[in-house]
């Protein structure tokens, strides 16, 4: 019998273990010649096909072989049809490894094998197939719709990945497996693993194979399911979602529309992570409605992440349907006028679509429900492919289990096939209390190394490890900022909030597959405010693991916490507090919670507006300009809003994402050219630093910027120039309008037409209205943090900041060039409500002879609009701006 001999030198099976009796059992020929391969009997002569590809024709033989004689290939029926053709492994002599599928399980396997030293020539040849051209980070899936991560980070291009090794990665779909390691062979005689085919219609022939090809989401289900719902499974899908919900967004924007409801099937892990990135994502602008069987959540979570996970979905604009099962999903119409639905299009004249899902109650006492959605996403259910990979004549060639997973044993290859490995959700494997291992990212992950290994142990004739899954502990995104971890190694420890969602996020950049990727996303995520969510972790895992101290008889002090933290590093001695913005230690660091997420310039898909970041004379500013601009207005029509962002003149920026979603927004509905001023911020630049920016950019605006930036010379109405600015940004509007006043300071031609003052930081040493109530330590607060940010001043009897405090300062503004000033205040802004009536009341008084009008939000807080921005009260405000702006 001719036979390739194993090159490497061992048997074909590991020493020691004979095939076992499954493989004969499983065995669709039973030593018998009797499978015929339907693909390949009309297309190749053995003997023709090695010597095409220039490879030994023993090789073939070999696959044509078992122990009875010709158990392999049936003869060719034509030998005139062309041949397949055959993968071109670009060496003869060594092993060769196929590995289907790139994910969590087939690239780490891939890349485990390239890090693992070889003797003589046995480092083997490593082929990766797979569907996609790129490898999907999955867990992260949900951060494509919160907007915190891009798709290269967590779907790297596996070309890119694997550059800098020898794995041949081939961009093509599995369509048929045929192994042959579980033919009988002599001993001493090494053969060929089998051979698999490629929708290409290339034909790959392995040594050894490693099947990881995952699950797919199951979605034929219930009627219609699978035509109105969405899975959630591969970034295609992830991307469809993203842009549906973006269509959902655009087409409510700017109307009065009804909420997006957007029903979510099933409350796994996938399902809560879902509905709480989404809940978040659509803040008041829609609901969430979430389906589960069961009557709790996550049924298999550890309990500390199921709380986590119910507290946020509790606190979300998430309505929780418990106890139900969906028996139907339709799509109807609603008609534009009445909203009543129809089944027909015509019927509605012309109204608008929407899903209907049908609830069963699955729990006694409950009733049955039907529930209206714009989007349904479908997350219950998943299947194995390998079924139906099989080949047709010897459909049970590779044992599955009832849900379609191959069986393996505990080193990983599959039972009765010594040369197939399969690992992750394709793979179905025991532990030893004998509960299947769960199909999750971690059990890939750690299999893909074990895999690695015993490919290694195999073709270098050592012994095969079992695999062993050592739950890490469990871990769930519940939103942009908050996230819930229960470690295994550290009982009872569940980490949540920010600190949980910093810490989830350095597990993933320290999962990601390369040491280049890694540092490539970790230098992303950490320009975008990973950095403070990382130093909160510290303090949080610091504070975790340090012992219990003894108690003390007399509650620590706030001197008593800053010399233990410098006790235990020098660094963090506090110096200056200035909650919740920042905090200065001794050493002159300055440590911003907060972050500096930045969310670039560019069109902004919700409102069509587009932004850049230029240089506006010595100062920057980011320039926003409305859709279709050109065509809407006149050359020189569009009015022009100068924007100073908040944050106590310590933090902010125009490209803090809620910052730079506002101003889309205002810029959208005014169709004003926005000007969003990037100021220096203290301590690092005291005051005035801001001021001095500030006007450096006001008086490139007037200037018409320079004549030198087509957006404001091709658009701006130079005499239709507005400050405005929130909390700390309408101080320094404030202060600019006063300068404004200057003689001079106004170019022929432009003017400042009014000023927009919402939620306004003025500050004073006597107490205004309600402020009498407040005590002691505010108003030392406020005294401090003036001092802080701008130490050369006189304290709280300054003028920019008190601005009626002297008959000096009263003249200077009531001499401000505006012809209208708006205050906005908040009914809920406990701090600085007052100061804004104030500020109003005595503008008044002090003699300005131009327009004061007054508004108030209700129910809201300081600054609400920022996270409120599609609220109720959010879109008021807006509009208010907008009327002041237009009129
Ligand atoms: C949205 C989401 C969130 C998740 N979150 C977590 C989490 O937080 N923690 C956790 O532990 N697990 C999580 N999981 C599960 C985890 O991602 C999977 O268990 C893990 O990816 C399984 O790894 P795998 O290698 O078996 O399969 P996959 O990672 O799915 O990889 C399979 C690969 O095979 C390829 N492929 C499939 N069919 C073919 C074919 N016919 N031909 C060629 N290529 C093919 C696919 O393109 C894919 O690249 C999540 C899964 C999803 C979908």
Redesign the pocket.
Known sequence: MSCRAAPWGRPSAPRGRPFPASARLHSPFGGMNSWKNPVLKNSWRIGDVPAMFGLPSGLFRCMASNGSGDAGFSRPQSIDEAPMPLYPWPDKQRPRVCI???????LYTALRLESLVWPGNNKPQVML????DR??F??M??ELLSGEVDVWEIAPYFTELLKNTSVQFVK???KLLRPSDHLRREPGVSCTGGIVHLESGTVVEYDWLVL????EAKIDVVPGSAEYALP??TLEHALKVESELKMLERGRFGKKSPPIQVAIVGLG??GVELAATISERLKNTGTVKAINFQTTICPNAPPGNREAALKVLESQNIQLFLGYSVNCIREVYASEDSGSMVADAKEAGGGYKKLVLELQAAQRGLQSQVLEADLVLWTVGSQS?ILRLQPPDAPYVIPLNGRGQVETEETLQVKGHPRTFA????AALRDPSGKFLP????V?FQQADFAGWNLWAAINDRPLLPFRFQNLGE??TLGRNDAAITANFIEGLTLEGPIGHAARKLVYCLRMPTDEHRVKVGISWFAKGAVDSLASLQTAVASALSPPTTPTTAPPTAADAATNRCAMDPDSEVAFDFPPYLCQYKSGRVHRPGGDAIAPAGTDPLTGVVSKDIHAGPARARVYLPPDASAAAAPGRLPVVVYFHGGGFVVGSPARPSTHAYLNDLVARSGAVGVSVYYRLAPEHALPAAYDDGWAAVRWVLAGGDGADPWLRDHADLSRVFLSGCSAGANIAHNMAVRAAAPGAVPEGAAVRGLMAVHPYFTGKEPVGAEAAFGPDVREFMDRTWRFVFPGSLGLDDPNVNPFVTDEARAAVAGIPCERVLVCVAEDDVLLKERGLWYARELKASGYAGEIELFESKGVGHAFQFDQLGSGEGVKLQERLVEFIKK
């Open positions: 289907l599928g790139g994910g969590f399980g087939g197939v797979d569907q996609s490898f999907v999955k867990p899936l949900y093509d779909s599995v990881a090809l995952g699950a959630f499974t892990y996938s492919q690992i992750g959700d394709s199909a999750n990212a971690q890939a871990m769930m």
